[in-house]
């Protein structure tokens, strides 16, 4: 009997794994259709690639320095341009490295709670997780999300292990704190509430560490990442005094203050995204207090100690924490995916922990069929009604890859305005002019007056103002490509 529910085990793992390579991969080049943070993020890879440097290319050989407000760093960037230059520049080769971080990102989703929650539990939230449609719009594209929580889950899985060898195995505190410095290395947000986290861990736990000196080994290793982060992103002494404003603004609306975040906070009791996320945080919150009120006795700090793992407890203040950051911020989805994504993770397990602590067996019934109802309903929308639905074809991606990439290396392009369209072009015999949000502003901005350029691909958003008679514009989506024509003989 044992034999065959482990060879049941491996079916169901099996079929998992293999539903998590289809829905990653399943039309990955043209879903989502490019957009300027990918972009941004790949040609910056792409200059890595070809010139050596940590920026955008404005004109061949020539890059506009990034590093101060590059919100998706090396652990992002260089496997990237490891990508481009093992296997040329394309979209293709940009987020295939992005799929092995969501396939990673699976995969430590199981084996994590696997070993905390165990089998059934684990299969739950693997399932979760790929049902959650917003995981291959942030997944697939070049963005730092997903990587950072491959990072932090595998820093949190170490932690784990390491908890339980009583804090005693120093090889496990230095791969928990080098994973847990990587994924603060990926993304400025990661940094910021990642540091008060493993401080609150440390506190609650301080007494359960035998060994006090494991601490300064776990902090030495949590830096050597950042270290690295700091001398690439900050080479020359002017550029460092720029890092904590830099850092402290990411994502900040220009809303007032408190208007900011009652207008954000407004949203989690009016728009179905932030209502689910707020049902699943009130359940696994409610599980959690629930678990501290049974030890009670024991006081505060102890009872956290009973309840939770120290990687448990690190997770949930890492969520609550990217939710109060999401407040102050411009109310874009994307800064809480991390804290969505990872209350995943936790969900299933806090569901049966529920249903322990109530007697009565229509609401017991009415626990275990949520989840149930919950992953029919995430399939659903991500098969049909979300961004990245098998029902919708979009040919954004591939009518940009046709026409841009049949343009000869031998002319002269301007990318103005539509960073996230370079990577379709097969050569860097380009110039591009790129402004962000008023953050900065790189390469010619007049490079539109009299242009001598073969082709320019433009957004339609953009205000242009340059001599058509010399160009045809063929559309594209939201682009606009225009190609000189032969007889305008250099001038307009």
């Not at 494991?214 to 020359?236: G, M, R």
């Given at each position: 009997?044992?034999?065959?529910?482990?060879?049941n085990?491996?079916?169901?793992?099996?079929?998992?794994?293999?539903?998590?390579?289809?829905?990653?991969?399943f039309r990955?080049?043209?879903t989502?259709?490019?957009w300027?943070d990918?972009?941004?993020?790949?040609?910056?890879a792409?200059?890595?690639?070809?010139?050596g440097h940590l920026?955008?290319?404005t004109?061949p050989?020539?890059?506009?320095?990034?590093?101060?407000?590059?919100t998706?760093?090396?652990?992002?960037v260089y496997p990237?341009a490891?990508?481009?230059?093992?296997?040329?520049v394309g979209?293709?080769?940009?987020?295939l490295?992005?799929?092995?971080?969501?396939?990673?990102?699976?995969l430590?989703f199981?084996?994590?709670?696997n070993?905390r929650?165990?089998?059934?539990?684990a299969?739950l939230?693997?399932?979760?997780?790929l049902?959650?449609?917003?995981f291959?719009?942030?997944?697939r594209?070049?963005l730092?999300?997903?990587?950072?929580?491959?990072?932090l889950?595998?820093?949190?899985?170490?932690?784990?292990?390491?908890e339980?060898?009583?804090f005693?195995?120093k090889?496990?505190t230095i791969f928990?704190?080098?994973?847990?410095?990587?994924?603060a290395?990926?993304?400025?947000?990661?940094l910021?509430?990642l540091?008060p986290?493993l401080v609150?861990v440390a506190v609650?736990?301080?007494?359960?560490?035998?060994?006090?000196?494991?601490i300064?080994l776990f902090?030495l290793?949590?830096?050597?990442?950042l270290?690295f982060?700091?001398?690439?992103n900050?080479p020359?002494?002017?550029?460092?005094s720029?890092?904590?404003?830099?850092?402290?603004n990411?994502?900040g609306g220009?809303?007032?203050?408190?208007k900011?975040?009652?207008?954000?906070?407004?949203?989690f009791f009016?728009?179905?995204?932030?209502?689910?996320f707020?049902?699943?945080?009130?359940?696994?919150l409610?599980?959690?207090?629930?678990?501290?009120?049974?030890?009670?006795?024991?006081?505060?700090?102890?009872?956290?100690?009973?309840?939770?793992s120290?990687?448990?407890?690190l997770?949930?203040?890492?969520?609550l924490?990217?939710w109060?950051?999401y407040?102050?911020?411009?109310?874009?989805?994307r800064?809480?995916?991390?804290?969505?994504?990872?209350?995943?993770?936790?969900?299933p397990?806090?569901i049966?922990g529920?249903?322990?602590?109530?007697?009565?067996?229509?609401?017991?019934?009415?626990l275990f069929v949520i989840?149930?109802l919950?992953?029919v309903?995430q399939?659903?929308h991500?098969?049909f009604?979300?961004?990245?639905s098998f029902?919708?074809n979009?040919?954004?991606?591939s009518?940009?890859a046709?026409?841009i990439s049949?343009?000869?290396?031998?002319?002269?392009?301007?990318f103005y305005?539509?960073?996230e369209?370079?990577?379709?072009?097969?050569?860097?015999h380009?110039d591009?002019?790129?402004?962000?949000n008023?953050l900065?502003e790189?390469g010619n901005k007049e490079?539109?007056?009299n242009?001598?350029?073969?082709y320019?691909v433009?957004?339609?958003y953009?205000?242009?103002?340059?001599?058509l008679?010399?160009?045809?514009e063929?559309?594209?989506?939201?682009y606009?490509l225009?190609?000189?024509?032969?007889n305008c003989g250099?001038?307009p």
């Amino acid at each position: 009997m044992k034999d065959l529910i482990e060879k049941n085990k491996k079916i169901v793992l099996g079929l998992v794994f293999i539903l998590a390579f289809f829905l990653i991969t399943f039309r990955f080049t043209d879903t989502p259709k490019v957009w300027i943070d990918e972009g941004i993020f790949t040609n910056v890879a792409e200059t890595l690639s070809s010139q050596g440097h940590l920026g955008v290319q404005t004109a061949p050989n020539k890059y506009f320095p990034l590093g101060v407000i590059l919100t998706a760093n090396y652990p992002v960037v260089y496997p990237i341009a490891l990508s481009f230059s093992l296997f040329d520049v394309g979209v293709f080769q940009a987020r295939l490295p992005m799929l092995i971080y969501m396939f990673a990102l699976v995969l430590l989703f199981f084996l994590f709670a696997n070993k905390r929650y165990g089998f059934n539990i684990a299969i739950l939230s693997v399932l979760f997780l790929l049902s959650f449609s917003p995981f291959y719009g942030n997944g697939r594209s070049v963005l730092g999300e997903v990587p950072g929580l491959v990072f932090l889950v595998l820093g949190s899985l170490l932690l784990f292990y390491c908890e339980e060898s009583n804090f005693n195995s120093k090889k496990l505190t230095i791969f928990s704190g080098l994973a847990f410095g990587l994924a603060a290395s990926t993304k400025p947000i990661f940094l910021i509430l990642l540091v008060p986290s493993l401080v609150l861990v440390a506190v609650f736990w301080f007494k359960k560490i035998k060994d006090k000196k494991i601490i300064p080994l776990f902090a030495l290793s949590f830096l050597v990442p950042l270290v690295f982060w700091f001398f690439i992103n900050f080479p020359t002494k002017e550029l460092v005094s720029q890092i904590i404003p830099t850092i402290l603004n990411q994502g900040g609306g220009d809303l007032p203050f408190a208007k900011t975040i009652l207008t954000n906070f407004s949203k989690f009791f009016k728009e179905t995204t932030p209502i689910l996320f707020m049902l699943v945080l009130i359940s696994v919150l409610a599980s959690f207090f629930l678990k501290i009120w049974k030890n009670k006795y024991r006081g505060f700090s102890e009872a956290i100690n009973q309840s939770f793992s120290a990687s448990e407890f690190l997770i949930l203040i890492f969520i609550l924490l990217n939710w109060f950051s999401y407040l102050r911020g411009t109310g874009w989805y994307r800064y809480f995916f991390g804290a969505q994504t990872l209350l995943y993770l936790l969900f299933p397990a806090a569901i049966f922990g529920l249903r322990e602590f109530f007697q009565n067996k229509i609401l017991k019934q009415i626990l275990f069929v949520i989840p149930i109802l919950l992953l029919v309903f995430q399939f659903y929308h991500l098969v049909f009604l979300s961004q990245t639905s098998f029902t919708v074809n979009r040919e954004r991606n591939s009518e940009l890859a046709k026409e841009i990439s049949q343009i000869d290396s031998t002319k002269k392009v301007l990318f103005y305005n539509a960073v996230e369209t370079v990577v379709f072009l097969k050569s860097n015999h380009y110039d591009q002019y790129l402004s962000m949000n008023g953050l900065f502003e790189a390469g010619n901005k007049e490079a539109l007056i009299n242009p001598k350029y073969d082709y320019i691909v433009i957004t339609h958003y953009q205000n242009y103002n340059f001599p058509l008679p010399c160009y045809t514009e063929k559309k594209i989506d939201r682009y606009s490509l225009f190609t000189r024509k032969g007889n305008c003989g250099g001038k307009p």
